[in-house]
């Protein structure tokens, strides 16, 4: 059976991003295949302002932890499947742990496909985000474990495969899936129209479809590494997004001392 592992930094990341994928590998393609999330944090801090300190923390992290619940059942995917790596909201580090802890992860659960969140080409410059997507980058890159998954990255800003759905999905489905976040409303509310628009202008290259989930698929074979070259307009959009002041770590991101160290120690 092939097994996807689904990576996401917060609970509720997937809803939006590979929701009608997800629901066609559960349930369309009739169980054909094994699916897992591995959420890297709880989501613990995911409220706006001051006035909701005293709910952040290990309070709002099992809160959300049963809203995710709630959304995988709608996919059918159970409880045991969804794996959490212990990491804290807003502090998901690139550093030798978090990369090591990745790649035990995968060693363990030797997955056919990943998906993850787009670690270079991003439109959504979150560090919890790109970290989580360069650590499992990093690990297949380097060779740190023995096989090599295909790995897609969502939130690309220059996809290569896209998922068609339905207009009546968003509704059906998409919906269904973020109205399970109750905690994660005072944001998801105002998500609904630009992720019309986007997965609207997704599916205008797709024939046969209106809508799609646009993804991005990253080549680790040495005589297709040319197709993760990305043109250079692609480029100057991503060195924009990642220099935007919100983006400066609070973990130290330069590292490229330590990941000589693991470079080394192989
Ligand atoms: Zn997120």
Not at 149 to 175: A, C, W
Not at 195 to 207: C, M, N, Q
Request: hydrophobic fraction near 35%.
């Amino acid at each position: 059976m092939t097994k996807i592992i689904l990576f996401q930094a917060h609970p509720d990341d997937l809803e939006h991003k590979c929701g009608h994928l997800m629901h066609y590998l559960a349930i369309k393609s009739k169980k054909k295949y094994d699916i897992k999330i591995a959420s890297m944090t709880k989501g613990e801090f995911g409220l706006p302002g001051p006035q909701y300190d005293k709910f952040k923390g290990e309070f709002l992290a099992k809160i959300r932890t049963r809203e995710l619940f709630n959304a995988e059942k709608i996919h059918e995917i159970a409880t045991e499947n969804i794996d959490f790596l212990g990491y804290i909201d807003g502090f998901v580090p690139f550093n030798n742990d978090f990369i090591n802890k990745i790649a035990e992860y995968l060693k363990n659960e030797k997955p056919d496909i990943i998906f993850a969140p787009e670690a270079i080409y991003s439109w959504y410059y979150h560090m919890d985000h790109i970290n989580t997507g360069r650590a499992v980058f990093y690990v297949i890159y380097n060779k740190m474990i023995d096989f090599t998954p295909i790995l897609y990255f969502y939130t690309s800003l220059y996809p290569n495969f896209s998922f068609g759905f339905k207009k009546k999905d968003i509704k059906t489905l998409t919906y269904k899936l973020i109205d399970c976040h109750k905690t994660q409303q005072w944001l998801l509310r105002y998500t609904m129209l630009p992720y019309r628009l986007f997965s609207r202008f997704a599916g205008r290259k797709l024939p046969g479809w209106k809508y799609a989930e646009p993804y991005r698929r990253v080549y680790f074979n040495k005589k297709n590494l040319y197709k993760n070259k990305q043109p250079l307009i692609v480029r100057i959009f991503s060195h924009f997004f990642s220099s935007l002041p919100w983006t400066k770590a609070k973990y130290p991101q330069n590292v490229m001392l330590d990941l000589k160290d693991i470079k080394g120690k192989k």
